[in-house]
Structures are given as structure tokens and as C-alpha cells.
């Protein structure tokens, strides 16, 4: 461990001169902080033990308006730069390199650039292909129109001539703002920051977009990307001096001396009086009563001012963090709305904070702020709950210390908390603290009037307040794309004919552009080579134990001082009607009252003692069998070793006296799940895409559908309307399940990851835990595969498609698992990627081969076209028979399952996926051979292997597409498509 600086303050390496240099105690490494002389720029380096380094390159980029320049120019600044002249070297370089991140982010008010790996020679590697992309990128005018937007003329000289916009970013935004939240928190920014860059949309709005420039794109990168301002951030075990060394070598000796610029914004001002105002999103339900939004947001302090900051998170933990936190029951139970959450971003200058109501009304929303601010004036006259405020201090020590990789790696949430405070001014070590700053804070609220001093300053006495109405509209996206072809109209009718001539021929030159894009070699990008893949694989070792009731799996890993615990039982039969209801229960059981504790208490107690606590469904397809899976439902939770008894406490209460009988609270949870599910279908549309279309290719495939597809949707949508008419009957179907499943059909099994002290520690407990579960002999069977048509259409409101197509390969192809997940890595990158992004403007679209369930999955995401897409997909396999793969192509390919097979896995994930392998009959052992068949391939395997592929895909594939109606059955017009609504709101 690093437990002091090598570098003392005003040290001067490399060119660089130490300004911080700090050992950060409860992250066990040292954070630096220096400046370099020649050009001003800055460095901070997190050395720590972390075999996995990254790197972020960030500048800061402040938007004048909503025509997304930052977004685009994330885009194209790794469409090809000076070192590396050709069209795309990040998408190349993800297939060169044995990375375990890699990606580009633009945020309200700066653009970033990490990547992280665990080979030394692949981090350098990316790191110059980076520091040459940020900084001397060719923004070609090209790589302009495709990342960015375009003017196609469709019938040049027909009487029906018309003008289309085409572009990536352009469709990534559509796609994007089909989402009812996200335009909700653009429309909160607009009102909060009115003086302010964050009023506009950074990621660009698809009207605004379309009227960007080239030239302003230009002028923007002169105007941002400099290296006397970019932050250049590190973390992990490479020595300080070896980073310094390169980005001096690679970028900073031969760039010019130029004066370091303070950042250009002031705060927002105050406002005379607060906002009331309102907005709409597009919804096309049937029935739009009780859809609204309605947001109470306000600016709060700057974020300069970490200490207030830290108690206003506290106290919005303690007011919101669960359906028992004072504010939120209030607004809750008062059946004004029917959920309530807020929403913090401590990533810009001056902190929004917004408290927004969820399924309200017009009518409703002088009701519902008379009762927020009553509520508050109430709450800050009395002390809060002990019991609460030790759960929001849990819940900070658990979002700073907890090693998680749920966002990327876990040095990438150091940068968010260190380097985006140092683009606003603000010393790192505010961010990287923690300790220290909940122990101020802990003697801070021993002030009684700690909290209501917080309310009043923040809440009830602050002008800078806005109430939003946010309302539904049937009619708002026909408005929109009616607006967008009245823009492109005008457009049209001011073209005279050797303008539309010019753009007849920039979409040949486009054209030419894409296809030559295919033909470049990439020899000028570094590389690694096979020899440089690691032979064996990760392998995370389980030890065993017997206790009365259980066998103990424990892998041993640092984390931090946080034990998980996952405890595993089988499932006995079940008939496929009680199936989605065993779901139900697991959505529902960490919700509910157990042992003595109701909900609301119980929710208290998780939230005070537990940094999480869950209920899952397992389906562990078995290796080597045909459509056989192990089907298992779990509790499971996280602690800080110091709270192991209540996490027993917990697992034993909630499996002996789980309350199913509390009608008012299942009836608020299933309501609250149901609105979420029909908020969120745009969100969720591609994955539903994917399980809907696998659903009918195996009876695993059947059962995922029916626990996490849209059946399981519906489903929920049905018990919303049976428990309004007979709540016994629903209580009666869930309490049936429960007695079921603890009556389980086999072993049940206790997962422990912690380090080897809370091993110890824990002994006491496992010992007296017994399980009272008895033993059944009725087996789980899989559910029978139910057809549907070939091609299924399903209504959203997005402007944009989402499609896939699987079909279902047998079990022999096992043997050819390596080669025929080879080929999807090919398909993906030679043919899917070309077609569906670069030419078609969807934002993604992949290739996958899940080799214990069998089925092979094509898919796009925000996709502008649906026929064209799913004939791509069948095209995408002639690419193995016309002679178009090469050995480089082969072992790009390698390099890139090698990235999947061996992503690193947050220290608390390592036990379940150990264990998972155990479940699987996926032994280490078979693991290897199966790596060792991939590093030996040859692209006959390949080639022989897709084969089999094409052999059963022509049997029988099922293709799902999800987008607006208008979409749907325009573009499917002439295919035997079936096309309903995505939710069977009538049944």
C-alpha cells in the first residue's frame, strides 16, 4: 500500500512542479496534484496497487446553445488525427487492444476521454492514440456529416423531392429525449439556469443540431481542447514519473507556452421570486390522467462548498432515501402523486437539487407544494430520527468507500469526485476525503438547529426556486417531426438547382468517404500481439464449509470492510401461471414489513445498518445439456463488517415472517412498479427486443420472458387491475408461491465474499443461522415455448428503432462455442458496424452468441431504419463466404473476446460469479480449454463454424422491432408483421 508521498510540494519532475501531494488513508494511495511549466497543463495521479490503470483526458466545454457542439465534437475528435490519419482509430483501437474501458463522455460542462487497462503496454498505447485524438484530431468535414448531421435530397426533380437529416448524434438524441426523464431534467435546467450554460441541452437538441455548422465545430475544439486546459487524470500502480515522461514525450514538449485561462462562469444569481412553469413530453397511452410530473427544484450551494454540499446529500437521504423517509411518505401517502424522488448533481458548478412527483395532475399540483413545503416546515421543528440519520451517513460512507465498478472502473468515480471539481477551481482533496468530512459533519449536527439552518436556507427561504409541471401530450412528438419537416421544407423551397446539385454530389462524395472508410489499413495504430494475451484466465476460488442448514461458499477479496452476502435456494415446481408471480414476490420482498418490523419500519432498519439488501431469480443454464437450466431465487446484502448481526437479523425475519398479508402497502408497491414499467418502455426497449425475440427458441429463453420481458410487464399491468378488484385473490396467489419456495426441492447455499478478518467475524452468526426451510421433491421444470409471430412490431413513442433478430443453434455447437463467438466479434466489426452506424446513423448495434442457452442475437439500438436494418443482418454473414476476413481480422477479434472474458469484476461481485460457475457445470478447467481453442483459432474454424450458423438460422429466426407507429408500418408494410401496442393496457 502507498502510505506517503515520494514528491514533496514544489518538487519539480519531469517539467512538472507538485502542488498537492496528499496520502489518502481510507483509499490506501497518494493523490498528486501538479502543474507543468512550459503550458499550464494539469496533472493529478492517484498511485495506488490497482493492476488496472486508467487514464482521463478532460477538458472543460461550456455550450452557448443546444446544438450539441461538445456531444458531436466528442465524436469526431476520434474519427482520425494527424498521428493517425485514418476515418475511425477508437472503433479500431477497441479491437487492438486488450482494454478494460474505453470510451468517450460529454457532460453539462465538460467533455472527457478515459480508458483503462490492466497491460502495460496496451495503456500506452491508448493513451497516445488519445492524447493525439483530443488535441490533433483532422475534424474532417466528412467525419462531420456522419457523426454529426446531414442533408440528403430524396427524388431529386420528382414532383415528391424532399430533404432528410441523417447523422449519429442526430438520431442519439432523438433516441434520447423519447425518454420522459431525461427531457424532465433539460427542463429543470433551463428554468434553474437561466444565466448559466446548463440551461442548454450539451448533448443537443435534434432541431438545433440540425442547424450546427462545420465551422462553428472548428472553433469550438480551438476554443476548448488545449492542453494548458485540459486535466490529465491517472490512477493505478504505473509510477507517476513513467506518465509524466510520456504525455511530455507524446504531446506537451512541442506544444506552445500560453497562459492558463480561469474558468469563465459566475454563479447564477439569485431569482426576485420563484418560477412557476410548465412543460410536456410525448406519451401516446390511451389514458394520460395522473401521467404528469411535477418537480420542486432548486440552485443550492456552489459546489466550492463541499461541507454544505455533504450535509444537504445527508439530509436528502434522510428526507428521501425511502418510502419511510419523512418527506417522501408524506407525498407519498397523501395519494397526491403516486412515487416521489430526488435528484442531486454534484458535477457542475452550482448544485440543482430536484424533488419530483411522479404520476400527478394539473389539478393536483397546488395541493402537492402546500403539502412539500408544509412537510418541511413541520419536519424542521422536531429531531429526526436517530435511526435515520445514521442510515444517510451509511448510505454516503457506502457511495464513497465502496470498490464498484457499476459505472466503469472504479478510479473513474475518483476522477468524477476529484477532477471535475478541479475544472471548477476547487482543491481534489474536498472530493477524495471522506473521513474526515462525515466526522465534521457528525459534530455539526449536534447543533439542533444544524437541519432546520439547512432548510430554511436551502428550501423555504431560497428564491432560486422553480415548480415544474410537466405534463403529458398525445400529440407532442407528431408536433415535433412536423415542425422538423416544415424546417426541412423551407430549406428545400430556398435551394436553387445547383445547390441541390451540390447536394447530390456531397452524398456521392459521402458515399465514396464510407466505402474507402472499409479500405484502410490500420497499420499505423499501435497494436498488440496474441503473445501478449494472458494464457490463463481469472478464476476467483471458492472455499467450502458444511453448516446445519447451509454449505458455505466464501471467496476471500478485499473490500473495504463491506461483507456481501447472497443466500441461494432452489425453486421446486412451479406451474407457468404462479411463475411471474414468484417474480412479483422477489420485486416486492425487500419492500415489505418482516418479523416485528412493518414496512415502513423495516425499510427504517435495511436503511440504517445495510448498504443494500435485494431479492433475485437465477436461471443457471447448464453446460453441455440441452435447454436444461438450474433455476434459484436469492436474498442477498451488503454490510460494513461492524453490522453483521442485523444483516442475519434480516434474512432470518424476512424468511420466516414476511408480511404478504399488508393489502395497503403491495397495492402502493405494485402501482408504483407499474408506473415505472410504463415510463420507462422506451428505455427499456432493446432489451425487451432481445428477450421477446429469444423467447421463442428454448424454453430457458420462455422463462426469462416471462421474470424479466415484456410478458412479466404486462403481467404486472393485469395485477394492477385484479388487485384494485380483489386484492385477497392477488395476497392469496403470492402466499401460495412463498409456501412453495420455502419448501425448496434441494441445498441451499450461502455466498460470502469479505476478506479473511470479517471471515472471522462472521463465524458466530453463520453458526446460529438455521435455515427452517423444508424439503420437497417436486423439481422445477422449465415452461413450454409458446410461438409467436416471425416478425413482431411493438408501439413506443420513440422516434427511433429498436430491433433485434435470434434464432437458436443446438447444443453440438458447444464444441464450436470459441469460433462462432469469434465470428460475431467479426460480423460486428467488418459488416454491422459499416452498415447499421457508419451508413444507416443508428448509434450501435452488436452481434452475440450465448452459448449455454443457444441462441445467437443480432441487434440495433436507435436506429433511424427497421427493413433495412434486419437485412443487414442477414447479409452480415456473407462476409465469411465472399473471401472478406483476414488473419488481422482474426486476431482483432481474439483481442476483443479476450476484453469480454476478462473484464475486471467489482471485489463484491467475485463470489457470485465464482459461484454461478459452480452452478453452470463451467469448471475452471473448461474454461481453459475452451481459451485455449480461441488463441489457436484459424479462420477456417471460423468460417466452418458459421456454417452451422447459417444452416440454423434458416431454419427458423425471429425478428422484434420496437418504435413509433407511423415507423412500424411504413416500414413494414410488405412484411408479415404483426404490430400492437408494447403494453396491454385493455386487458
Not at 461550456?62 to 485514418?86: D, V
Not at 452476502?565 to 415489505?592: G, N, Q, T
Not at 463465524?763 to 413482431?792: G, R
Amino acid at each position: 500500500m502507498h502510505t506517503k508521498p515520494r514528491y514533496a510540494i514544489n518538487e519539480t519532475i519531469e517539467g512538472f512542479t507538485v502542488k498537492k501531494a496528499s496520502f489518502i488513508e481510507e483509499l490506501g494511495m497518494v493523490a498528486y496534484e501538479l502543474l507543468h511549466t512550459k503550458t499550464g497543463a494539469t496533472v493529478i495521479q492517484l498511485e495506488n496497487e490497482d493492476v488496472e490503470n486508467m487514464f482521463v483526458i478532460s477538458v472543460q466545454t461550456l455550450p452557448s446553445n443546444s446544438k450539441g457542439t461538445a456531444h458531436i465534437l466528442e465524436h469526431i475528435a476520434l474519427c482520425g488525427s494527424k498521428k493517425y490519419p485514418i476515418p475511425d482509430p477508437f472503433f479500431s483501437m477497441t479491437r487492438r487492444s486488450l482494454n478494460t474501458f474505453m470510451n468517450a463522455m460529454t457532460g453539462s460542462d465538460f467533455t472527457c476521454y478515459p480508458a483503462a487497462s490492466k497491460v502495460e503496454k496496451d495503456y500506452f498505447n491508448l493513451l497516445e492514440v488519445y492524447l493525439d485524438a483530443v488535441f490533433h484530431p483532422l475534424l474532417d468535414k466528412m467525419s462531420f456529416l456522419q457523426e454529426g448531421h446531414r442533408l440528403e435530397i430524396k427524388n431529386f426533380g420528382k414532383d415528391n423531392e424532399s430533404l432528410e437529416n441523417h447523422g449519429v448524434v442526430y438520431n442519439e438524441m432523438k433516441g434520447s429525449l423519447s425518454s420522459s426523464e431525461t427531457r424532465l431534467w433539460h427542463e429543470i435546467m433551463l428554468h434553474l439556469f437561466e444565466k448559466l450554460p446548463y440551461r442548454h441541452n450539451s448533448g443537443g437538441e435534434p432541431s438545433a443540431i440540425a442547424n450546427l455548422s462545420y465551422e462553428e465545430l472548428l472553433k469550438f475544439h480551438q476554443t476548448f481542447y488545449t492542453p494548458s486546459d485540459a486535466i490529465f487524470f491517472f490512477s493505478g500502480n504505473i509510477p507517476l514519473e513513467k506518465n509524466l515522461s510520456f504525455i511530455n514525450t507524446q504531446l506537451l514538449n512541442a506544444e506552445s507556452p500560453k497562459k492558463k485561462q480561469p474558468p469563465t462562469m459566475a454563479l447564477q444569481p439569485a431569482f426576485k421570486k420563484p418560477k412557476k412553469v410548465e412543460g410536456f413530453y410525448p406519451c401516446e397511452d390511451k389514458n394520460l390522467n395522473d401521467k404528469a410530473y411535477v418537480a420542486f427544484s432548486f440552485v443550492s450551494c456552489p459546489v466550492e462548498n463541499q461541507t454544505d454540499l455533504l450535509a444537504l446529500l445527508l439530509l436528502d437521504s434522510i428526507l428521501m432515501e425511502t418510502d419511510a423517509s419523512p418527506l417522501k411518505k408524506a407525498l407519498i401517502d397523501s395519494k397526491l402523486c403516486l412515487s416521489a424522488d430526488s435528484y442531486i448533481d454534484q458535477e457542475v458548478l452550482q448544485v440543482p437539487i430536484a424533488f419530483v412527483c411522479q404520476n400527478s395532475s394539473k389539478d393536483k399540483i397546488d395541493a402537492l407544494e402546500k403539502l412539500f413545503f408544509d412537510t418541511l416546515k413541520e419536519l424542521k421543528t422536531k429531531p429526526f430520527d436517530q435511526n435515520l440519520i445514521d442510515g444517510a451517513f451509511l448510505s454516503l460512507e457506502f457511495s464513497r468507500l465502496e470498490i464498484s465498478r457499476s459505472f466503469g472502473p472504479f478510479a473513474l468515480s475518483l476522477f468524477w469526485r476529484s477532477g471535475l471539481l478541479k475544472h471548477h477551481g476547487i482543491d481534489i482533496e474536498h472530493g477524495l476525503f471522506t473521513y474526515s468530512h462525515l466526522q465534521n459533519l457528525k459534530k455539526a449536527i449536534k447543533d439542533p438547529a444544524f437541519f432546520s439552518n439547512l432548510i430554511d436556507q436551502y428550501f423555504l427561504n431560497n428564491p432560486s426556486y422553480v415548480r415544474l409541471l410537466f405534463s403529458p401530450s398525445k400529440t407532442l412528438r407528431q408536433e415535433e417531426e412536423k415542425a422538423l419537416n416544415s424546417d426541412l421544407a423551407k430549406k428545400l423551397a430556398a435551394m436553387n438547382t445547383l445547390e441541390k446539385e451540390a447536394l447530390i454530389k456531397q452524398e456521392k462524395t459521402f458515399a465514396l468517404y464510407q466505402e474507402n472508410m472499409a479500405k484502410q489499413s490500420l497499420e499505423c495504430l499501435p497494436n498488440l500481439s496474441l503473445s501478449d494475451i494472458p494464457l490463463e484466465g481469472d478464476n476467483y476460488a471458492l472455499t467450502t464449509e458444511s453448516f446445519s442448514s447451509f454449505t458455505l461458499y466464501h471467496h476471500t477479496s478485499f473490500t473495504n470492510h463491506i461483507i456481501y452476502a447472497e443466500l441461494f435456494m432452489e425453486i421446486p415446481h412451479l406451474s407457468e401461471e404462479e411463475m411471474p408471480f414468484l417474480k412479483l414476490l422477489c420485486d416486492l420482498l425487500p419492500h415489505l414489513g418482516a418479523g416485528k418490523r412493518n414496512s415502513d419500519e423495516n425499510l427504517i432498519f435495511i436503511n440504517s445498518h445495510l448498504g443494500d439488501f435485494h431479492s433475485k431469480l437465477h436461471i443457471f443454464n447448464q453446460w453441455g445439456e440441452e435447454d436444461s437450466a438450474k433455476v434459484q431465487w436469492s436474498i442477498g446484502g451488503k454490510v460494513m463488517e461492524d453490522s453483521i448481526e442485523h444483516l442475519f437479523t434480516l434474512f432470518n425475519d424476512t424468511l420466516t415472517n414476511p408480511h404478504l398479508s399488508a393489502i395497503p402497502t403491495i397495492e402502493k408497491l405494485i402501482t408504483q412498479i407499474t408506473s415505472s414499467i410504463e415510463a420507462g418502455a422506451n428505455q427499456r426497449a432493446m432489451g425487451y427486443a432481445k428477450t421477446l425475440s429469444c423467447s421463442t427458441l428454448s424454453k430457458s429463453g420462455r422463462l426469462r420472458e416471462l421474470w424479466y420481458g415484456l410478458s412479466y410487464a404486462n403481467f404486472l399491468l393485469d395485477i394492477k387491475k385484479q388487485f384494485a378488484k380483489s386484492p385477497d385473490k392477488v395476497i392469496a396467489s403470492l402466499k401460495n408461491v412463498w409456501g412453495k419456495i420455502t419448501c425448496n426441492s434441494g441445498a441451499n447455499n450461502f455466498v460470502l465474499t469479505c476478506d479473511q478478518t470479517s471471515r472471522k467475524k462472521i463465524t458466530p452468526y453463520l453458526n446460529a443461522f438455521n435455515l427452517k426451510i423444508s424439503t420437497s421433491k417436486n423439481i422445477f421444470t422449465l415452461p413450454k415455448i409458446v410461438s409467436l409471430p416471425s416478425l413482431e412490431g411493438k408501439i413506443i413513442t420513440s422516434p427511433v428503432a429498436f430491433c433485434a433478430s435470434s434464432f437458436s443453434l443446438p447444443l453440438s455447437c458447444q464444441k464450436i462455442a470459441p469460433f462462432i463467438g469469434l465470428s460475431t466479434y467479426m460480423m460486428e466489426n467488418l459488416f454491422l458496424h459499416p452498415t447499421i452506424r457508419e451508413k444507416g446513423g443508428a448509434y450501435g448495434s452488436g452481434a452475440a452468441y450465448h452459448a449455454l442457452s443457444g441462441n445467437f442475437v443480432l441487434h440495433s439500438y436507435r436506429d433511424p431504419h427497421i427493413k433495412g436494418t434486419f437485412n443487414a443482418f442477414d447479409k452480415a454473414f456473407s462476409i465469411f463466404t465472399s473471401s472478406k476476413v483476414s488473419e488481422q481480422d482474426l486476431s482483432q477479434a481474439i483481442l476483443g473476446m479476450i476484453q469480454d472474458l476478462d473484464s475486471p469484476l467489482s471485489p463484491g461481485d467475485r463470489g457470485v460469479a465464482a459461484y454461478s460457475y459452480l452452478m453452470i457445470k463451467k469448471s475452471f478447467k473448461i474454461r481453459q480449454e475452451l481459451r485455449g481453442k480461441m488463441l489457436n483459432a484459424q479462420l477456417s474454424d471460423i468460417v466452418d463454424a458459421v456454417q452451422s450458423v447459417i444452416t440454423n438460422k434458416n431454419k427458423a429466426c425471429a425478428q422484434v422491432a420496437f418504435s413509433n407507429k407511423d415507423k412500424l408500418s411504413s416500414e413494414l408494410k410488405d412484411l408479415p408483421a404483426h404490430i400492437s401496442p408494447v403494453f396491454n393496457l385493455d386487458v
